[in-house]
């Protein structure tokens, strides 16, 4: 049975929602809940494999590297953050082909300068020329796989340059022919309606980033305004490290004596736990490889 591409998912989508997997246990969690597809971000893979921040301090081999372990842990495809291409059009080429080679089924291109790289959706502080990130995507385009190998145009400009700016270069990113765009540092929701509205019946990708920093709108809601794409950013790695802090604090008291003892985990945790890592599978081939 041939797999649905992602471009086949997301033109199927009224939008297309999707979660960030931080690793290969979150990501089968994300298939188990019925999810068709995934992206990947570098702020919480970097948080979850090496407790980094999200400053350019990885290379593209550490990236990709964290990337295959996830994609290789499930059957849905998935779309990945690659930075500015990790260098010039060298680099981007590289990234290309072993993003494609490890199972990744599209990449986000960013026109961030790595210089001064701010993680995550704060506002950036710079972008390069709008022909130096036309060149790494032209280069994208031309070196991909195949047309089913998606390429996002992704501008930072609107933090530095303005809205108006931001919105010039995404239009020329189109012309180029990306598959799609993404405007960040969006700050209100007039600037999600004039985005959504400037790229209506594109890939036009959104986030609904936590913090507070902009007012969160429903799937339905972005998608009437132009989204066709929205990806909830860090909402599964600040729950899980919340819920894990919580946990430590009770054993913590424990310790001291100063809590009563912790109780078991609820007993659907710990199934979709053992599901999530496949125990009973593993448990059959271990059973009928017994003499």
Not at 2 to 19: C, E, G, K, M, Y
């Amino acid at each position: 049975m041939t797999r649905p591409s992602l471009r086949q998912i997301h033109d199927a989508a009224r939008p297309l929602v999707v979660p960030l997997a931080h690793d290969a246990l979150s990501a089968r969690l994300i298939e188990r809940a019925g999810f068709p597809s995934f992206n990947i971000g570098g702020s919480s893979l970097l948080a979850a494999r090496h407790g980094l921040p999200d400053l350019g301090l990885a290379g593209m081999g550490e990236m990709a590297a964290a990337i295959q372990d996830i994609v290789q842990s499930v059957s849905i495809p998935c779309l990945a953050d690659a930075d500015d291409g990790y260098g010039d059009v060298k680099n981007v080429v590289h990234t290309v082909e072993t993003y494609h080679r490890i199972g990744v089924r599209g990449m986000l291109i960013e026109d961030q300068s790595r210089d001064t790289k701010r993680p995550g959706e704060q506002a950036a502080q710079a972008v390069v020329q709008v022909e130096l990130i036309e060149q790494k995507l032209r280069i994208a385009l031309e070196r991909r796989p195949d047309r089913d190998f998606v390429i996002i145009g992704r501008t930072d400009a609107a933090g530095t340059e303005g809205l108006d700016a931001a919105l010039r270069r995404a239009e020329r990113f189109l012309k180029l022919g990306v598959d799609g765009v993404f405007v960040a540092g969006l700050k209100s929701t007039s600037d999600l309606e004039r985005t959504g509205a400037a790229f209506k019946g594109q890939w036009n990708m959104t986030v609904m980033p936590e913090g507070g920093r902009i007012a969160w709108h429903t799937p339905q809601e972005l998608y009437a305004m132009g989204f066709s794409q929205v990806v909830y950013t860090n909402s599964l790695i600040l729950r899980a490290t919340g819920a894990m802090e919580q946990a430590l604090d009770q054993i913590k008291g424990l310790g001291a004596g100063t809590a009563a003892a912790i109780g078991p985990a609820e007993g659907l945790a710990t199934q979709a736990f053992d599901d999530a890592v496949q125990m009973r599978k593993w448990r059959e081939i271990g059973e009928a490889s017994r003499v």
